[in-house]
């Protein structure tokens, strides 16, 4: 069968502690498992998780111990004006401030302490093609 179970990301980190501050503040993520190499963050309604592991560690292949490239997580909010507040206040790398797209979403960009590109969108009510 090709049913799929569970998905989970994970991001690979020079800096953990930074990256779980990051998530955590930002989002409903809780840490569900903390380590020196591996932090497991999962959302308070149980649906939603992201790893955060070592870019270092011997589990992560050589190939994807570098910077991150060509890739973007997005978050779909109710409210990234909301976010890029908590965002601003926090310090964190904001890359571009909210913005209306002519996709029909507000649209914001930051970066995490490892420079993964986060894309967090809000649907923009009754937005119409």
């Given at each position: 069968?090709?049913?799929?179970?569970?998905?989970?990301?994970n991001i690979c980190s020079d800096h953990l502690a930074e990256s779980k501050?990051?998530?955590?503040?930002?989002?409903?993520?809780?840490v569900n498992?903390?380590?020196d190499w591996f932090i497991h963050l999962?959302?308070?309604d149980r649906n939603l998780e992201l790893g955060i592991v070592d870019r270092s560690h011997e589990?992560?292949?050589i190939d994807f111990q570098t910077n991150p490239n060509g890739f973007y997580t997005t978050f779909?909010?109710?409210?990234?004006?909301g976010i890029?507040?908590?965002?601003?206040?926090?310090g964190f790398k904001c890359v571009s401030e909210p913005a209306n797209t002519f996709y029909g979403q507000r649209r914001l960009l930051l970066k995490d302490p490892d420079g993964t590109?986060?894309?967090?969108?809000?649907?923009?009510?009754d937005f119409k093609f």
């Open positions: 069968m090709k049913k799929v179970n569970r998905l989970m990301t501050h990051f998530y955590t503040a930002l989002f409903d993520f809780d498992y903390d380590s999962i959302t308070r589990i992560v292949p779909v909010m109710e409210n990234v004006d890029y507040d908590i965002a601003k206040g926090k590109w986060v894309d967090l969108s809000s649907p923009i009510k």
